[in-house]
């Protein structure tokens, strides 16, 4: 079973930098897609960016082209979403998750495993 434990969320100040860890294990995700998505309050999840566990292609939502980056280290079975130039917009909970299929999506619905997320505050 598929098991995702996210880490590194805080509070930082608009124009500031988090790194946010998600830890994947119980099973190897060669051919999985690694993403992260966000829920601030009264609004519904919503998709940041995803990675090829085997490949390494990226995609992102428009909002955090050129600031944000996914990564991913395959020794370690860590995905990695590097936040910069951080606005208070990006204030929400982050999750990760992962989906075993040829194609990535947006839909938070069709992603099965999730993590329990991690509180990202950032103040103006």
């Known amino acids: 079973q598929v098991q995702l434990v996210e880490t590194g969320g805080g509070l930082v100040q608009a124009g500031g930098s988090l790194r946010l860890s998600c830890a994947a294990s119980?099973?190897?995700?060669?051919?999985?897609?690694m993403g992260w998505f966000r829920q601030a309050p009264g609004k519904e999840r919503e998709f940041v960016a995803t990675?090829?566990?085997?490949?390494?292609?990226?995609h992102y939502t428009d909002s955090v082209k050129g600031r944000f980056t996914i990564s991913r280290d395959t020794a370690k079975n860590t995905v990695y979403l590097q936040m910069n130039s951080l606005k208070p917009d990006d204030t929400a909970v982050y999750y990760c998750?992962?989906?075993?299929?040829?194609?990535?999506?947006?839909?938070?619905?069709?992603?099965?495993?999730w993590g329990q997320g991690t509180q990202v505050t950032v103040s103006s």
């Open positions: 990675i090829s566990w085997s490949g390494g292609s990226t």
């Open positions: 119980g099973r190897s995700f060669t051919g999985y897609w």
């Open positions: 998750a992962a989906r075993n299929n040829y194609y990535y999506t947006f839909s938070p619905s069709s992603w099965p495993a």
